[in-house]
C-alpha cells in the first residue's frame, strides 16, 4: 500500500504525493548493505590471500622411525664413511682444503653441533685470507648427527645468498673434524652490542659504534629485508627473531643468524614442538605459545619484540612481568607501553605487529616501505639513551633466557 502525504501538514512530498521517506529510506538502506558486503567480500579475499601466501608450518613432535633412528645410529661402524661418501656434489666447490686453516682456533661457544670457533681461512681459489667462524661437528657425532651435519651445510649454501643473512665462505667434509665456515661479524652479536653502548653512555666512554633513531630504523630495515628474502624466495620461516640473533658490524650493517628452526622447517616443512619449545616465551606470538600453526606472520609479532630490544637499549621484553604471566596478558589486550626514548610512529609500528590476529599484521613489504619512510624523515643525531641500569642475573630472569 503507498502511504500519501498531507500536503497541508507535510512538507516532505514528491508531485504525486508521496512520502519521500518512503523512498529514500530504503535506498538508504540498499547502498549500505551494497558497502557492507564489499567490506567483508574485500576483507574474506584479503584474509585468503594472506593465508595462501604464507608458508604454514604445522608443529609436530618426534616421530617414532626418528627415535628408532637415533637408537639404532650407535650401532651402525660403517655409516659414517658411507655417508660422507654420498655425501651432495654441489658441496665440492665449496670445499676449504685443511692446508687453507691458518694459524690456531680460538674457542668461542658451544654450538648445536660441537665447539665453535674463529680462525683465519684462505678462500678456495687461494686469493684471500679472511677470519671466519667455524661450526664444527663433534668428535662422537653419530650418523644421524653426521647427515644433519651435511644437510646444514647444503641449507647454508642455498640460504645464504643475501646482504642481510650471515654468509657461507665454504665447508671442510675431506676429513674429520667437519666445519661449516661463516662470515666473522665484528661487531658480535646485536644484544650484547647492545649493552656494551647502554654501559658507555652511562658512563660516557669511548663507543664502537652510534646509535641513533635513525640508527633504530636502519638495522630494523635490513633484518625485515632479510626475513622478507627467507619467506619470498624460499617459504622458510626463521622462527627465532631477537637480538641475539642478529650479527652487526661496527659500520651498523647487521646479519641475520641463528637459522636453526628455519634448517628444521627447510628439512621436514614442519616445526618440532621440542625445538620450538626452545624460544623463550616473550618473543613468541600468541598462536605459537598456543601451539597452532605458524605463519611468517609469527616472526612479524617476534620482529616487533626485536625493534623494542633496539630502541630500549637491550631491555628485555614486558620487564615488569615473569614470562609466564605474559599470555594472560595478552589475551586482556595488554601490549607494552610505548618506551620513554620510542617515537610514536616507532611505536605505532610495534603495535601494528603485536595484533592477536595473526592476518592483521603488516608483512614484510609493509614493514620496509615503513621504515624507509621513517628513515628517510629523522635526522641521525641524537644518541639513543635510557636511564635504567640493567643486571645481566635480573635480565636472565625478566627474559627467560638462560
Not at 658451544?110 to 679472511?130: Q, W
Not at 614442519?270 to 600453526?293: D, N, Y
Not at 601494528?352 to 615503513?370: G, M, T, V
Request: glycine share 6%.
Amino acid at each position: 500500500m503507498t502511504l500519501h502525504c498531507n500536503f497541508s501538514t507535510s512538507n516532505r512530498c514528491n508531485v504525486n504525493g508521496i512520502n519521500n521517506g518512503v523512498i529514500i529510506i530504503p535506498v538508504i538502506l540498499g547502498i549500505s548493505s551494497v558497502v557492507l558486503i564489499t567490506i567483508i567480500i574485500w576483507k574474506t579475499c584479503k584474509m585468503k590471500q594472506e593465508r595462501d601466501r604464507a608458508p604454514v608450518i604445522l608443529l609436530q613432535g618426534k616421530s617414532e622411525s626418528v627415535r628408532h633412528l637415533e637408537s639404532e645410529n650407535g650401532l651402525m661402524s660403517n655409516a659414517m664413511e658411507r655417508i660422507l661418501a654420498g655425501k651432495d656434489p654441489s658441496l665440492k666447490r665449496w670445499e676449504i682444503p685443511p692446508e687453507h686453516i691458518l694459524g690456531n682456533l680460538e674457542y668461542l661457544q658451544s654450538g648445536s653441533y660441537g665447539p665453535m670457533y674463529t680462525g683465519n681461512i684462505r678462500s678456495p681459489d687461494g686469493s684471500a685470507e679472511v677470519k671466519a667462524v667455524f661450526k664444527s661437528l663433534h668428535d662422537n657425532a653419530s650418523a644421524k648427527e653426521l647427515s644433519d651435519f651435511l644437510d646444514l651445510l647444503k641449507f647454508h649454501t642455498k640460504i645464504c645468498n643475501h646482504e642481510s643473512i650471515v654468509k657461507l665462505l665454504g665447508c671442510q667434509t675431506e676429513r674429520m673434524p667437519l666445519y661449516l665456515f661463516l662470515e666473522f661479524v665484528s661487531g658480535g652479536n646485536l644484544l650484547h652490542s647492545l649493552w656494551k653502548f647502554r654501559e658507555t653512555e652511562a658512563r660516557d666512554g669511548e663507543r664502537e659504534f652510534n646509535l641513533t633513531e635513525r640508527s633504530v630504523y636502519s638495522i630494523a630495515k635490513q633484518v625485515a629485508c632479510g626475513l622478507e628474502y627467507l619467506t619470498t624466495k624460499h617459504h622458510l620461516i626463521h622462527g627465532d627473531v631477537a637480538a641475539r640473533n642478529v650479527l652487526i658490524h661496527n659500520d651498523l650493517t647487521v646479519k641475520l643468524t641463528g637459522l636453526s628452526l628455519a634448517f628444521d622447517v627447510y628439512k621436514t616443512r614442519t616445526l618440532s614442538s621440542h625445538k620450538a619449545a626452545q624460544v623463550p616465551i616473550k618473543w613468541l606470538a600468541p598462536e605459537r605459545i598456543m601451539k597452532l600453526p605458524i605463519t611468517e606472520k609469527s616472526d612479524t609479532w617476534s620482529f616487533g619484540i626485536l625493534v623494542y630490544e633496539i630502541i630500549t637499549l637491550g631491555s628485555p621484553p614486558y620487564p615488569e612481568f615473569q614470562p609466564l604471566e605474559v599470555f594472560p596478558k595478552l589475551q586482556r589486550n595488554y601490549r607494552m607501553p610505548k618506551p620513554s626514548n620510542s617515537s610514536s610512529a616507532l611505536y605505532d609500528l610495534m603495535k601494528h605487529c603485536w595484533q592477536w590476529r595473526a592476518y592483521d599484521r603488516p608483512n614484510w613489504s609493509e614493514l620496509i616501505n615503513k621504515l624507509s619512510s621513517l628513515m628517510n624523515a629523522v635526522d641521525g643525531v641524537e644518541l639513543l639513551q635510557v636511564s635504567d641500569s640493567l643486571d645481566l642475573d635480573q635480565y636472565k630472569q625478566a627474559a627467560g633466557v638462560f
